[in-house]
């Protein structure tokens, strides 16, 4: 998730662990620990890009290093905090913030490596990175709890924000099987022969859903709406074999195929060659000339071709904006 809501996590988890004990001090404490794990980005600034999408929340969103982590933190924070708190709860109140930050993300449709150095990432795909509803309930019981002394009061505030977002992440589950069926229900109509199907939210809601579809030769990409009343139709995207070939044996192709679990298509412009993640979905709905929201160009540098990420411009996140909110509403 965001930033943003992982500190907001961080900050009520440290409240439900020490808030009795550390006060308002649990506002900081929570928002170093919740950010601690996305501290890979900070990594990914000295590599390759592509190595930089690879490690991405991989040892750092793991068991593993939460594991070694937790008691050296928390002995630290036990020497700071002295006859406040000891070095039991300290490095408990350190690990079960570290652990959910890696649960919400679980949610997410880029997923975690928590079991690193299994090379798994175990996503669930039920709820996109930002999503004001969940985050919001979070925000307002840590305004309410800042503004109140009592340690019962601001417990039982911060359990009950907890308690609303988390059902509301457990919503997102039970919806996103009831859009699976829909599109299964569809693709099965249609007389859709398939091998693969993912689905997931789109952006900043729960009401309409994406499926990207593995057939033999092309992949589907579909959308659907909890308001549609009209069948589910899907497009047709090439997997573009021939031109796939060109990039065998090339670094950056086989990371990018790695970091992206098989979900993305080869497309060529203006001589160069691009490798698309259908993972993220489409910029725009324009099936003869696609854009999609993560894309990497192949740039010849010295004799290897090597991937740079296609900015994205302002005005294509301002289009989606719009067609996402268009689309919503149903069919």
């Known amino acids: 998730m965001d930033s943003f809501t992982q500190i907001a996590l961080g900050i009520a988890i440290d409240e439900v662990c020490a808030g009795?004990?550390?006060?308002?001090?649990?506002?900081?404490?929570?928002?170093?620990?919740?950010?601690?794990?996305?501290?890979?980005v900070v990594v990914g600034i000295f590599l390759n890009p592509v190595d930089a999408v690879l490690i991405h929340r991989g040892i750092s969103h793991s068991l593993f290093l939460f594991l070694?982590?937790?008691p050296i933190l928390g002995?630290?924070?036990?020497?700071?905090?002295?006859?406040?708190?000891?070095?039991?709860?300290?490095?408990?109140m350190v690990f079960w913030c570290l652990f959910t930050h890696v649960i919400l993300d679980l949610f997410t449709s880029w997923g975690t490596q928590i079991l690193w150095p299994l090379d798994y990432r175990f996503a669930l795909k039920t709820i996109f990175v930002i999503d004001p509803l969940y985050t919001i309930p979070l925000v307002i019981s840590l305004i309410t709890v800042w503004k109140t002394k009592d340690t019962i009061l601001r417990k039982k505030y911060i359990i009950r924000g907890l308690f609303i977002s988390s059902s509301y992440l457990?919503?997102?589950?039970?919806?996103?099987?009831?859009?699976?069926?829909?599109?299964?229900?569809?693709?099965?109509?249609?007389?859709?022969e398939y091998s693969e199907i993912i689905v997931k939210p789109t952006a900043f809601n729960l009401i309409l859903w994406n499926a990207n579809v593995a057939t033999q030769e092309n992949y589907l990409l579909g959308d659907y709406s909890l308001f549609d009343t009209q069948p589910i139709s899907f497009t047709a995207y090439s997997k573009n074999k021939i031109l796939e070939s060109q990039l065998n044996g090339n670094s950056d192709f086989e990371k990018l195929k790695k970091a992206s679990e098989g979900w993305y298509i080869i497309s060529q412009k203006n001589q160069s060659l691009y490798f698309n993640d259908l993972r993220f979905g489409l910029l725009n709905d324009n099936p003869k000339n696609p854009q999609f929201a993560f894309s990497y160009q192949f740039i010849r540098n010295n004799d290897d071709l090597k991937a740079v990420e296609v900015p994205k411009n302002k005005r294509d996140g301002k289009r989606l904006l719009q067609k996402i909110v268009i689309r919503l509403k149903g069919n």
Do not use: H, M
């Open 170 to 192: 457990l919503l997102s589950c039970f919806i996103k099987v009831y859009a699976l069926n829909q599109f299964e229900k569809a693709l099965l109509k249609q007389g859709i």
């Open 75 to 92: 002995w630290i924070i036990s020497k700071i905090e002295r006859d406040k708190i000891n070095f039991i709860q300290a490095s408990g």
């Open 20 to 40: 009795k004990k550390l006060k308002n001090k649990t506002v900081l404490y929570g928002a170093v620990l919740g950010t601690i794990p996305d501290l890979d």
């Open 68 to 70: 070694f982590l937790s």
